[in-house]
């Protein structure tokens, strides 16, 4: 029998050898985020005068999209499972599709054949001394979409922090591409006043020994900048960034009093600068797992006094989020936003925190409104919302009437809003 270095040498081949596998018509998963393989799709795109019709799934990518250009309108289609600022022209244009789903069921839809996969282009670090390679700063569904696929070509890159947590072996990928690039960095978010504000009102909410779920963004780290004082703080969360490194570095994070997965930090992506990669890496602090086990309820609604912190784009007076559109246009998705707040409710101690600055627009919309935007849609229903956050205070929904409700929302709106929203109840 072969040794899994022969088997891997053996599967070694250029792009352009790799990718002859696809073929028109075919479904192709792309590797998530920081872990999307750069190399792989700058190749398929290169390919494209011999394929028509390639349906081209993925949630968020850090990279240009290429394949949506109208030039590809007839080789590729992208079909979006998370909308962000390379794929929102085209998805609103009519040249990309959006399938609205959880991104704790993105696993699901390859592995029960919901959307059977063909081909799955993937990135990971090299093998270990026992032939597995890691997923990196990205499992989410990436690793399901390997595993469901006809065929899975995988980018093997030195500069791929080896995390752990779920791997795979190289039995079980068909070709392997070795390339050497840097991950891509997210820039430090800048915070402003405002989003400093709303960071202080969070982390009033934060008892010592919690358990926190991050969203993206500059509120995220607005709310580590006043954690400085806590203690023993953990993470279970979809994704981290660099501000949970200066945390841990400060002692204030030892994921100690996590319930289930005691003294670790558990998260399916990570996107961050060079910094949170170096810290990644071969780091047996963090167990990177797969996101139908992060951000699953049974899993994560477990976790004791978990406090989830997502952001919105507007909130009605009855308590509905909508978090994905503004108006008709469809801005970015659900995510991982329902997952950890249903989890939030269900963690014993668990809070569910939706933040946000008042208003949008330079200061001249409100984003606390009495109706939804038309063509907007609900992402987090008004019986599951808790703790809407503003510059201007905390409104506590959990238990109250529309009235009680209303009231609360127009506390925390901007003053020159306030009237305005008062007259239309
Ligand atoms: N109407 C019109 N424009 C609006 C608006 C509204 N109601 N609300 C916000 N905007 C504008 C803002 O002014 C801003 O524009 P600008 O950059 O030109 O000033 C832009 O939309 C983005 O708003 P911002 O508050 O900066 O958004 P963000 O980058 O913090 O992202 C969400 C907020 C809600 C889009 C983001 O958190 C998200 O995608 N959430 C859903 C997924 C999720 O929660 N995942 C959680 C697990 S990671």
Redesign the pocket.
């Known amino acids: 029998m072969a040794t899994w270095q022969e088997t891997f040498r053996g599967k070694c081949v250029g792009a352009a050898q790799a990718l002859a596998a696809v073929r028109s018509g075919d479904r192709v998963v792309l590797g998530h985020a920081a872990g999307e393989p750069k190399v792989l799709v700058e190749e398929l795109v290169r390919q494209a005068d011999r394929l028509t019709g390639v349906e081209i799934v993925h949630m968020v990518s850090l990279y240009a999209c290429e394949y949506t250009k109208p030039q590809y309108r007839q080789n590729f289609r992208h079909n979006a499972l998370f909308v962000g600022p390379t794929s929102r022209e085209a998805v609103n244009s009519g040249r990309a599709d959006y399938t609205p789903c959880y991104?704790s069921e993105i696993p699901r839809l390859f592995r029960d054949n919901i959307l059977p996969v063909d081909v799955a282009l993937i990135q990971l670090s090299p093998p270990d001394s026992h032939g597995f390679m890691s997923f990196g700063v990205s499992v989410d569904y990436t690793q399901q979409a390997a595993q469901s696929a006809k065929f899975t070509i995988a980018e093997i890159n030195p500069q791929m922090p080896r995390t752990h947590g779920n791997c795979i072996h190289v039995s079980e990928v068909d070709a392997f591409v070795e390339v050497d690039h840097p991950i891509p960095e997210i820039p430090l978010p800048t915070i402003s006043e405002v989003e400093e504000k709303i960071g202080a009102h969070i982390a009033s909410l934060i008892p010592d020994r919690a358990t926190l779920?991050?969203?993206?963004?500059?509120?995220p780290d607005a709310v580590l900048k006043f954690l400085g004082g806590k203690q023993d703080l953990g993470i279970h969360t979809?994704?981290f960034s660099d501000g949970v490194v200066e945390l841990f570095e400060q002692g204030v994070i030892t994921n100690r009093y996590n319930n289930i997965n005691p003294g670790k930090f558990t998260a399916t992506f990570l996107m961050g600068t060079q910094r949170l990669y170096d810290f990644a890496h071969d780091n047996p602090s963090i167990d990177m797992r797969s996101v139908d086990y992060t951000n699953n309820l049974l899993v994560a609604g477990r976790v004791e006094n978990l406090v989830a912190i997502?952001?919105?784009?507007?909130v009605d007076l009855r308590g509905q989020v909508c978090?994905?559109m503004?108006?008709p246009r469809q801005?970015?998705?659900?995510?991982?936003?329902v997952d950890?707040v249903r989890a939030a409710s269900a963690s014993n101690g668990g809070k569910a925190i939706i933040a946000?600055?008042s208003t949008?627009?330079?200061g001249t919309?409100s984003?606390i409104?009495n109706v939804l935007?038309e063509g907007s849609c609900v992402?987090t229903s008004r019986n599951d919302v808790h703790y809407v956050v503003t510059e201007f205070g905390i409104a506590d929904l959990r238990g109250k009437s529309l009235r009680q409700r209303a009231e609360s929302l127009i506390g925390i709106a901007h003053p020159d809003f306030r009237n305005t929203l008062r007259s239309q109840t």
């Open positions: 991104f779920q991050l969203g993206i963004g500059a509120i979809e994704m997502n952001s919105a784009l507007e978090s994905e503004i108006g801005f970015s998705a659900v995510g991982g936003q950890f946000f600055p949008g627009k330079n919309i984003r409104v935007s992402t």
